[in-house]
Each structure stands twice: as C-alpha cells, then as structure tokens.
C-alpha cells in the first residue's frame, strides 16, 4: 500500500472511482490467459502490473504523453485492482519479471514513477541532491540517484527512516538542512526532491536548491494545498520547478532495475499481512510508523 491509496480512501483522489477495490502496486502469478490474446508470458510466470491503461487515441497518447491520456484507467483507481485473490488485466499491463520474489514485484510501480521523478531532475554524477522524506518514495530516490553518482543528502524527522536513508545510499542524513550560506553564491543543492507531499516542503524545497538549481515535487499534496513561492526568488536563482505524475516509460526500466538485484528492495517491506488480515494492515498503514505495507492473498 502506498499514500495514493489513503487519498482515494480519503476522498482525496477526484479521478478514483467508488465501489472500486484497491491495490494498484501488486504483482501476482499468471493463472489464465484468454484464448484471444496474444502475450509472452506463461502460466506460472511472476509479473509485474502497470495499473496506467491508456487509450491511444486521445492527443496526449499520440504525442507520447500517454500518462496524460484523456481517458486513461488505471486499476485500483478506476476499476478493481490487487487488493483480490484474483484480478484481471490487460496483457500489455504485465511485465514478466525473474529472480525476485513476488513482494518485490509489486515495488515495480512506485519505482516506475521514482524513475521518471529522476528523469525529470536531470540527476548527474557528482550532483549534490537533497531528498527531503524517506518513505518509500524517497529512499527510492535516493538508491537510484546515489547509485548513479550523485552525493544525495536525504532530510527526515524520523530516526527509523533515517537509518534507512543510509542503507539506501545517502551521504548524509540529516533531520534539518542547512546550506551553509547564500544559495546565489552557490551553497545548496543541484537538484531537490520533495517526497513528503506537503505544501509547507513543497515550499522550503525552493530554499534548498542552489542558484541553477531545480526542484521536483515528488509527493502527492491534496488538491486544495497551495504553495507560496516568490517569483523573484525564481528569478534571481534561475531555478526550474517540476513535478512528475505517474510512471511514462517507466515500468519496464523499473523491472529491470528491480531483477538486477544491485539494492537489496525487500527492505522496504516493513509489514506483511494476508489478505485476511486487511483491517490489521490497515491499521499500521495509516498510522505511517514503518514503510511499505504488504498484503499476500
């Protein structure tokens, strides 16, 4: 389970519809396959799901911005997802994966949309990079971004997370950042991840960042948030402010990296229930005290 799934529980995702089963990061085994499709997957095989189903045919699908498609569905969202026994799908929503463990599977997801957040930075080696929140989403972010060069500090009030952070590669950890001296005079950070979702980082994201620098809001914020940002600041700093929704081109990347095995994922697992237990998992997903929340049929 992740944060989206609160926000749609919560009334907070205007796209989700009601009387839909939940669960749009899973994985699961093949158990049939239509007679009429046409796939490479095999009976017994592990794969992963891309919940994002987009229509080809709306403007954004034919100008390769098939996450903005129209009339997208997405499972879990729209239509029933993997809180289930048993769930369909379209063929070209499954990734067949190897050499990981279903738990780890349903990790594909989120990272397919850290690895289009990291896109959209335009991380380089040797980049100074802040991660501020180390959920999953962040430590994410930081394994991908330290893994390919990059000095990430990562800010986090939370001391179990904070350790985290440092097995997930960060250089420093840190509950509070400080820059050191005047971002124009170059202190502060090449690129600056928000992953917490919260207009109050959203806002001190841009602090952060040094002069040239460019800020990606990662976290999901409710639609009524509203940041205050200074134009000025942006314009005296240069600085570039994106955000990301959801995984384009993303999933397949996320696999492989998932299958390479070079960052041990299973830690982001905190928590394992059966699906008999949902209440339970429940319980411990909403008071936020570990990581990813896993529910097995």
């Known amino acids: 389970m992740i944060g989206t799934d609160l926000h749609i529980c919560k ?16 994985s699961g085994y093949v158990e049939a396959i239509h007679a009429e499709t046409t796939t490479t997957a095999k009976i017994g095989d ?6 994002n189903v987009p229509c080809n045919k709306c ?9 903005l498609c129209l009339n997208l569905w997405c499972i879990g969202v ?4 993997g809180m289930a026994k048993y769930v369909a799908v379209p063929a070209s929503a499954i990734y067949v994966t190897a050499g990981i463990s279903p738990e780890v599977a349903s990790l594909a997801e989120p990272l397919s949309c850290v690895v289009h957040a990291v896109d959209t930075g335009s991380v380089k080696s040797g980049d100074r990079v802040l991660v501020i929140g180390a959920g999953p989403i962040g430590l ?20 179990t997370r904070r350790t985290a952070a440092t097995e997930f590669g960060a250089s420093v950890v840190t509950e509070r950042v400080d ?15 928000e992953c917490v979702g919260l207009a109050a ?26 940041v205050s940002v200074s134009p000025f600041t942006v314009y005296r700093r240069e600085l570039t402010i994106k955000s990301t929704y959801t995984n384009p081109f993303g999933m397949e990347r996320a696999v492989r990296i998932l299958c390479d095995n070079k960052v041990n994922w299973a830690n982001l697992i905190s928590h394992t229930f059966a ?23």
């Open 275 to 297: 699906l008999t237990e949902f209440a339970a998992a429940w319980a411990v997903f909403v008071k936020n005290s570990g990581l990813k929340v896993c529910i097995k049929p």
């Open 78 to 81: 729209t239509c029933d997802g």
């Open 201 to 226: 980082t959203m806002s001190e994201a841009l602090e952060y960042a040094r002069a040239g620098g460019t800020i990606v809001w990662v976290g999901v914020a409710t639609p009524t948030a509203l």
């Open 11 to 26: 009334g907070e995702t205007p796209h989700a519809r009601n009387n839909v089963t939940i669960g749009h990061e899973f």
């Open 46 to 51: 592990l794969v992963a799901i891309d919940p």
């Open 59 to 67: 403007t954004f699908c034919r100008t390769l911005k098939y996450h």
């Open 140 to 159: 994410m972010v930081t394994a991908l971004c330290a893994s390919g060069g990059a000095h990430v500090t990562v800010a986090e009030l939370n001391a």
């Open 179 to 193: 820059i050191g001296g005047d971002p124009i005079q170059g202190y502060g950070f090449d690129v600056v991840f």
